[in-house]
T-cell receptor, first 113, second 113 residues
Framework: DQQVKQNSPSLSVQEGRISILNCDYT??????FLWYKKYPAEGPTFLIS?????DKNEDGRFTVFLNKSAKHLSLHIVPSQPGDSAVYFC????????????FGTGTRLTIIP | DTEVTQTPKHLVMGMTNKKSLKCEQH?????MYWYKQKAKKPPELMFV???????INESVPSRFSPECPNSSLLNLHLHALQPEDSALYLC????????????FGSGTQLSVL
């Protein structure tokens, strides 16, 4: 049962444009969401997070949007840069119950120069 | 110091060998984790330690044996592994187990022959 899903396995975006990565979840107990970036054979690097009490969080070129009613979050990267090419994982956890951080299946983002 | 350090970076072992993976953090985090990641898959949780006590074991085979000697160190002892155990093994830490971002190490790429 995949509780966190990223339906686009890959995405290609022109340099300078906006990259939008999407994530859906099914567990209504999730109240903390994160995005990680990963290069091959390296550990994931934390990018940005959002708590369920907010619907938007911004950090530089990265903005995460949360739509609780739709159980959907998205990561916007503006402007996209070649160094952004990586695999992006969304992840979710619940403040109560299981301590586990559940990862999505990942989206490979390629920025075209 | 915001690093999680893992050693070794690469490990090749036979099915009869015994080896250990090591992980260290000096951020004062009280939760530490072992994840396993296969190519093109999300990280998969193996174990969680909270305040040096094992709090989650995700039904991992006994050929993997975790150890948390103190709040800064986490080991994963390997014995009689199978070729299908070949993967990237990631260590992570966080301030506590709920509602916190995880900091990941760069991983140990394990090959079992």
């Amino acid at each position: 049962d995949q509780q966190v899903k990223q339906n686009s396995p890959s995405l290609s975006v022109q340099e300078g444009r906006i990259s939008i990565l999407n994530c859906d979840y099914t567990n209504s107990m999730f109240d903390y969401f994160l995005w990680y970036k990963k290069y091959p054979a390296e550990g994931p690097t934390f990018l940005i997070s959002i708590s369920s009490i907010k619907d938007k969080n911004e950090d530089g070129r990265f903005t995460v949007f949360l739509n609780k009613s739709a159980k959907h979050l998205s990561l916007h990267i503006v402007p996209s840069q070649p160094g952004d090419s990586a695999v992006y994982f969304c992840a979710a956890s619940a403040s109560f119950g299981n301590e586990k951080l559940t990862f999505g299946t990942g989206t490979r983002l390629t920025i075209i120069p | 110091d915001t690093e999680v350090t893992q050693t070794p970076k690469h490990l090749v072992m036979g099915m009869t060998n015994k080896k250990s993976l090591k992980c260290e953090q000096h951020m004062g985090h009280r939760a530490m984790y072992w994840y396993k990641q296969k190519a093109k898959k999300p990280p998969e949780l193996m174990f969680v330690y909270s305040y040096e006590k094992l709090s989650i074991n995700e039904s991992v085979p006994s050929r993997f044996s975790p150890e948390c000697p103190n709040s800064s160190l986490l080991n994963l002892h390997l014995h009689a592994l199978q070729p299908e155990d070949s993967a990237l093994y990631l260590c992570a830490s966080s301030r506590r187990t709920r509602g916190e971002k995880l900091f990941f190490g760069s991983g140990t790429q394990l090959s079992v022959l």
